[in-house]
């Protein structure tokens, strides 16, 4: 059977990342995929990036998949050992969250083949996908703060394990009530139609994009 993994690089469990993450699962679950929700911001789950102990590169050792011991070890041999891969994160300074760097810099470097910068270490090879989400109108603002070499950059290293993809989610809605907060520079309304109107499109994309991934893994 086809195994899934989603990745929750949004500190909030239920909210844009996480419910296209969500409706994404939906899509490869109805293909007939295992899947598996992992919300990084757990606070249960406790790890770090990388910590340049070079035990994937050490000779003799396993190779291809992170082993520092701490609580997201089990959760990086489930990544190497998945077909499907679903990263999701917002927007937070231009970047990805903190917690997906970390879960990226520990997926990737394993993969790095020190002997032989030509051939990677890919222990299993994976259709994978990116879901950004941010406050960003559109794309064409998406470009013009360079967030395409920024986060597209950091989506795209994904492809070392085979053909990925990025969805994105623009103008996402932030707040259940606009009017508890000092946010006039975003208009309540403008962001409520937003949310009523583009959002249901995005978790429909989502949808589409787990099937699909699932239906190019066989
Ligand atoms: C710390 C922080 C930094 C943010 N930085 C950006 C940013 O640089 N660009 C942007 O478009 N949105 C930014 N946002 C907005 C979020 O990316 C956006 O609301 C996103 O959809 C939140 O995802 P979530 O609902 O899954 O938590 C930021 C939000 C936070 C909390």
Redesign the pocket.
Known sequence: MVKALFING???KN????QLLQKAMEGTKEAGAEVEMVNLYDRNLNYKSCMSCFACKVKGGKKGVCSFPDDLKPIMERAVEADVLVCGS?????YPTAGLRAFMERLIFPAVNYADFRHPVINKPKRSATIF????PDEEMYRA?N?HILMDTNAHQLGMFGPTEVLY?FD?Y?FNDYSRYDAEGLPAEWKAEKHRTQFPLDLDAAYNLGRRLVEETR
Do not use: E, I, K, L
């Open positions: 949004s500190p909030r909210f844009n990342t996480a917002p927007v937070y300074c231009g989400t941010m406050n960003c703060n967030y989610s996402t932030q």
